[in-house]
């Protein structure tokens, strides 16, 4: 389908040797289930970072909201000017046993951010997504707001359902991006929340976001009962001699890595694995059912991410961010606004 943007020109930005570039893409003529989005808002996730210091030469950017100007011929879910969020899960085959099964981010052909769709990301004017995994943004929550749940949002949301019940003890390492979150979308669910943290003076702050207990890392012993489930969400590994102690993690507990090293092995003491029965469960991003469930248990129970909003002007705001980024200095995620 050609709309009346269809052969505009935009700026979009790459690595190429080593440095943030600025590249120029083109609105396609839209084909039957593609949405073009005019992004407003965009996050920053350290994925982005990771890319680019490892020299991935994609239109970066993968936390993209805006309105939607317009859509292919066979789309009936969307319409031009309604918000949509979306960027790293990007499309499925439709009818493999992961897709139909509702687990079409585990499909052979899916495409994500970083390995296809190389000249379509959300740091830029526009963004074209497919219908299914361009979602609708709720009425009452921000674009500014919304931006971060497109990835980290979905990420916690679909690591939780999957691997929490109601009143269990959730063990969450770590208060940043996805720990904030996570913290949020636990305590939410039912969950009792115990944060394990580097920072004392972080304390107050996990408390306000719905945790019930505060454990320094560096003496996990002191935690007053054995969590279920143990998310890693800070941007390094615990020591696992430490941690793996049915004092802490209780037997058949549930390990879940999100945003620690994704470089390099992820190295557990096996006769702990064996004899307490501890499991790994590893988590990408949400299928785009439990996107759509995100955002609305999100809405409905006030899960928003803290934020710091910066005014886009080109590839010196991405480079303040990834410099902010390097140096720990975002609290707790980076959104880009185009408006």
Same mark, same amino acid.
């Given at each position: 389908?050609?709309?009346?943007l269809t052969?505009? /020109?935009?700026?979009? %930005?790459r690595?190429l040797k080593?440095k943030l ?6 609105i396609?003529a839209l084909g039957p289930q ?5 992004i407003?808002?965009?996050?920053v !996730?350290?994925t982005d970072?990771e890319?680019f210091?490892h020299?991935y ?7 993209g909201?805006?309105v939607?100007?317009?859509v292919?011929e ?10 949509v969020?979306?960027g %790293?899960?990007?499309?499925?085959c439709?009818?493999c046993r992961?897709c139909?099964?509702?687990h079409?981010i585990h !499909?052979?052909?899916?495409?994500v951010?970083g390995f296809g769709? &190389?000249s379509n ?6 963004y ?11 009425d ?8 971060? *749940?497109? !990835?980290?949002?979905?990420?916690v949301y679909s #690591?939780?359902v999957?691997?929490?019940?109601p009143r ?5 390492v ?11 979308f636990a #305590?939410?669910?039912?969950a009792?929340v115990?944060v &394990?943290s580097?920072s004392k003076?972080? /304390?107050?702050? #996990?408390?306000? &976001?719905g945790?019930s207990?505060?454990v ?7 935690v007053?009962?054995p969590?279920d ?7 390094k ?6 941690m793996?102690?049915? $004092?802490?993690?209780s037997?058949?507990?549930?390990i879940?890595? *999100?945003?620690?090293?994704?470089q390099?092995p992820l190295? *557990? ?9 501890y499991?790994?469960h590893s ?9 759509? /469930?995100?955002?609305?248990? #999100?809405?409905? $129970?006030k899960?928003e991410?803290t934020?710091?909003?910066y005014? %886009? ?6 480079e303040?961010?990834f ?11 980076a959104v880009?606004?185009f408006e």
């Amino acid at each position: 389908m050609t709309s009346t943007l269809t052969g505009k /020109e935009y700026s979009i %930005f790459r690595t190429l040797k080593g440095k943030l570039t600025k590249d120029t893409a083109t609105i396609p003529a839209l084909g039957p289930q593609d949405v073009l989005v005019r992004i407003t808002h965009s996050g920053v !996730c350290y994925t982005d970072y990771e890319l680019f210091k490892h020299n991935y030469p994609l239109a970066l950017g993968h936390e993209g909201v805006g309105v939607i100007e317009a859509v292919g011929e066979a789309v009936t879910t969307l319409k031009p000017g309604e918000r949509v969020g979306g960027g %790293f899960h990007r499309g499925s085959c439709g009818h493999c046993r992961q897709c139909l099964t509702g687990h079409d981010i585990h !499909c052979l052909e899916r495409t994500v951010y970083g390995f296809g769709d &190389f000249s379509n990301g959300t740091f830029g004017a526009y963004y074209v997504g497919k219908e299914g995994f361009a979602h609708k943004i709720p009425d009452g929550m921000s674009s500014e707001k919304a931006a971060p *749940l497109q !990835c980290a949002g979905a990420t916690v949301y679909s #690591a939780l359902v999957e691997t929490v019940r109601p009143r269990d003890r959730v063990g969450i390492v770590g208060i940043g991006g996805l720990g904030h979150l996570a913290i949020q979308f636990a #305590a939410k669910m039912g969950a009792e929340v115990v944060v &394990f943290s580097t920072s004392k003076d972080k /304390e107050e702050e #996990a408390l306000g &976001f719905g945790a019930s207990e505060f454990v320094l890392l560096a003496e996990p012993e002191k935690v007053k009962a054995p969590v279920d489930v143990l998310v890693i969400a800070g941007s390094k590994y615990p020591d696992w001699n430490k941690m793996l102690n049915t $004092n802490i993690l209780s037997r058949n507990g549930t390990i879940v890595p *999100l945003a620690a090293p994704t470089q390099g092995p992820l190295s *557990l003491p096996a006769d702990k694995m064996f004899w307490d029965s501890y499991h790994v469960h590893s988590i990408l991003v949400a299928s785009k059912a439990q996107h759509d /469930e995100m955002l609305d248990f #999100a809405a409905r $129970n006030k899960v928003e991410p803290t934020t710091q909003l910066y005014k %886009f002007e080109g590839a010196e705001t991405i480079e303040t961010v990834f410099k902010n980024l390097e140096s720990n200095k975002v609290r707790y995620r980076a959104v880009l606004s185009f408006e």
